[in-house]
């Protein structure tokens, strides 16, 4: 029984560590688009470690339920054709059978520490940010979100969606906002929530970032765009009459071209005035989508291709 406990325990901080170890996987350079798919499947595509350790589990979930799955299914199989009563007239009396009362009880113990052991390991990855490189305050309010950055001139904005009737060519329905959240790529970002009125959530799938923003109190999480591009997310928390309004955009951009970003922004929020978009978005009022891809795209996956 300790061998196999042990044996249980070590393969699930082998399987940890493998959500780890991807999530330090190189990652492939070029433009990335974090946006939902129409009729996609499975989860979004990791643009950063936190979303890449994600899914990780979720793959090791997955395949372990595929194979409690195939083994239910045969079993059943295999009793209803060995057990039909031609095949088997006289049915067993036994009533008692100590290794497999054992056995059905410590399989899905030991299935269970195999899940929980890389689930606690994402849960506190997900946590706290190790050595952040920059502090962004996010608020949830009454349907808006309203961003600090209190490393880079402690200025704030709104960031506002886009309504319908004012869509450009290529920006997104619900998703487009005018007031993106600007981080440089590459940097661990310390998100601090709180909420301006009720419940709120800051949730941007492609980036691995789900957080509560909750009036009185102040939470914490990380994350870290490791390719140049925007990813999109929205409320995923039931919040009120207007809770579609509140999409989120993350625009990612080297550290360049965002001191100049933060440099203008201060300047444009002394004046009572939002930052804006980067300036090379400006030409095109959309976020990351180059020019020639949004004179011919009709949709986020067409756009990306």
């Known amino acids: ?70 083994f239910v299914a045969g079993l059943l199989a295999w009793v209803i054709w060995r057990y039909d009563s031609r095949r088997n007239p006289v049915p067993s009396r036994t009533s008692h059978h100590t290794m497999l009362e ?24 997900e946590d706290r940010a190790r050595d952040a490189d920059m502090t962004i305050n996010v608020q949830g309010r009454q ?11 402690n200025f704030e904005f709104d960031s506002y969606p886009i309504a319908d009737a004012d869509l450009k060519p290529g920006q997104l329905r619900n998703l487009s906002v005018d007031n993106p959240l600007v981080v440089p790529v590459g940097a661990t970002v310390r998100v601090m929530t709180t909420g301006h009125d009720v419940i709120h959530s800051f949730f941007v799938p492609s980036l ?13 999480t990380w994350f870290r765009a490791d390719r140049e591009g925007t990813f999109y997310g929205q409320c995923n928390q039931i919040c009120g009459n207007n809770h579609w309004f509140m999409p989120i955009a993350v625009r ?54």
Do not use: C
């Open 208 to 220: 691995g970032v789900q957080k509560y923003t909750i009036p009185g109190r102040t939470l914490e």
């Open 143 to 153: 349907w808006y979100w309203h961003y600090g950055y209190p490393d880079n001139g």
């Open 102 to 125: 054992i056995a059905w009880t410590v399989v899905p113990v030991l299935i269970l520490l195999i899940i929980a052991i890389p689930s606690f390991r994402l849960i506190y990855y």
């Open 1 to 70: 029984m300790r061998r196999i406990l042990s044996t249980a325990l070590a393969l699930a901080a082998l399987l940890g560590l493998a959500g780890v170890a991807m999530a330090q996987a190189p990652v492939p350079a070029g433009e990335a688009l974090g946006v939902p798919q129409p009729w996609g499947l499975g989860l979004q595509e990791a643009f950063g470690p936190v979303k890449a350790a994600i899914h990780g589990f979720n793959d090791l979930v997955l395949y372990i339920i595929i194979a409690i799955t195939i």
């Open 252 to 305: 990612a951009v080297p550290r360049e071209e965002f001191d100049r970003w933060t440099a203008e922004a201060r300047t444009r929020f002394a004046e009572g005035q939002g930052p804006g978009w980067p300036e090379r978005d400006r030409a095109t009022s959309v976020a990351a989508l180059g020019t020639d891809t949004i004179s011919s795209a009709t949709s986020p996956g067409e756009a990306r291709r």
